[in-house]
């Protein structure tokens, strides 16, 4: 069997101690097997132990080999599409129900640390900066529609206040949100993977499904083993690949990348972003970026429709980041990485069930550090008899890409590359 490890990424390099679990090699059985071992899997998993379920999460490669171990690391709240978006396509009911949840995943990571005592270098604040006054405009009416929903913990920076925040000239605004932030999300998945453990929890390594037998339990199959289960969460997102083909067909794998630099001394650190705010901008194709605990700058942007990388990822995003921070053009990059993330029509995660017995929960979309987590408290309800919540995200339909699964990558690639000339042009 070969065995997959970490890409070569800045957090697989600086990564808390985790044991290499072993493959699945028997016949086991549980009450909720889980499959994929990132944040959705594994907050589904720690939510189940917590109210007594004997849980087994199998995960084909390393835990957080995915997007979980190689995003962005922002806490970024709400969803891809806000609640404007929902209630002009779904109705003001299914808004309510959907924007009392928005601000919740980032609350439930900070439980998570506080709890377990998770170290991944948590920090607090982020802020969404405007290119443009157009994008600024935006913004003042972002405030206004969280502000609506319950989340104040936010301000307004004009052109010159957000300079003292970033040093940079590019941006014409920002909108700070208080109760967003950043972590190492890699060390962060680890931390509870840990803590399903240390629940009776059991995760399994190297130990990818290759097949889903259906029935009043389910069988999960291994290369050399089977779970047999009353309910299966299925959280594979970009990964899970073609093994359940209702998901795949509703869902598309998209790559982005980023880079980490070397070490800024503190000096350095302080004056480019002195509050240590994550920072995202408001294009249509965004660029992302923060610092890390040991004063690093992790940069990234760029969407690759239907997943994979470019051939060069630091000469790639090094362009990016010199647009933005052109005192940075003489500093060394030490990674470079990618991955995918899932994205879908709607932009808005597919919450839902297969039978009786098998959930699912994918397409975050590109907001997932904070959706994934919310997931995982919301199947532990619903596998309590309390699915209310959950149900609100799984009434939203699951459309089907334009052009079906050959055309879906150009059709999407060119209504992107639409939205990104109006980004260039300014309107």
């Known amino acids: 069997m070969s065995v997959i490890e970490h890409t070569t990424s ?4 600086s990564a808390n101690p985790s044991p290499k679990r072993d493959a699945l090699q028997d016949s086991v059985t549980a009450d909720v097997a889980v499959i994929g071992g990132g944040f959705s899997g594994i907050s589904s998993a720690l939510h189940l132990a917590e109210k007594g379920f004997k849980v087994v999460v199998l995960e084909g490669a390393r835990i957080g080999w995915g997007a979980s171990g190689r995003n962005g690391g922002q806490i970024v709240n709400s969803y891809s599409r806000d609640m404007d978006v929902i209630e002009k396509m779904y109705g003001v009911d299914t808004a309510k129900a959907l924007g009392s949840m928005a601000f919740e995943g980032g609350d439930i990571i900070r439980e998570r640390i506080k709890t377990y005592n998770i170290d991944c270098d948590l920090k607090s604040g982020g802020i ?18 969280w502000e609506r929903y319950g989340h104040t913990d936010l301000e307004l920076l004009d052109k010159s206040a957000v300079r003292q925040e970033v040093q940079t000239d590019r941006y014409e605004g920002a909108l700070l949100d208080k109760r967003s932030g950043h972590i190492h999300p890699l060390n962060l998945v680890l931390g509870q993977a840990a803590a399903v453990e240390s629940l009776g929890g059991t995760i399994y390594e190297q130990s990818k499904v290759l097949r889903v037998e259906e029935g009043e339990k389910v069988k999960l199959f291994t290369e050399n083993g089977s779970v047999t289960a009353n309910y299966v969460v299925v959280t594979g997102n970009a990964y899970l690949g073609n093994l359940i083909p209702k998901l795949a067909s509703r869902s ?40 890390t605990g040991d004063n690093r700058l992790i940069y990234g942007g760029g969407v690759n429709y ?15 980041m010199i647009k933005t921070f052109p005192q940075l053009a003489n500093l060394e990059i030490d990674y470079g990485w990618g991955g995918d993330f899932l994205l879908t029509m709607s932009r808005l995660p597919q919450f839902g069930r297969i039978g009786s017995n098998i959930y699912y929960m994918q397409g975050y979309s590109g907001h997932g550090v904070c959706s994934t987590h919310l997931a995982g408290r919301l199947v532990s309800e619903a596998l309590t008899q309390q699915a209310e919540r959950f149900d609100a995200f799984a009434a939203l339909p699951h459309l089907p890409f334009p052009g079906g699964h050959t055309l879906r990558v150009p059709f999407t690639a060119m209504g992107a590359w639409f939205y990104a000339l109006r980004d260039k042009l300014g309107v």
Not at 10 to 13: D, L, N, R, S, V
Not at 131 to 144: D, M, R, S
């Open 10 to 13: 800045y957090y697989a390099a």
């Open 128 to 145: 969404f900066a405007a290119v443009t006054a157009k994008q600024f405009k935006g913004l003042e009416e972002h405030k206004a529609l």
């Open 252 to 291: 598309m794998p998209c790559g982005t990348q980023m880079i980490a630099t070397a070490p800024l001394t503190d000096e350095q650190a302080k004056a480019l972003i002195p509050s240590d705010y994550c920072v995202e901008d408001c294009n249509y194709l965004l660029d992302y970026f923060r610092l």
């Open 306 to 320: 239907g997943g994979g990388d470019p051939d060069d990822i630091k000469q790639f995003i090094r362009k990016k």
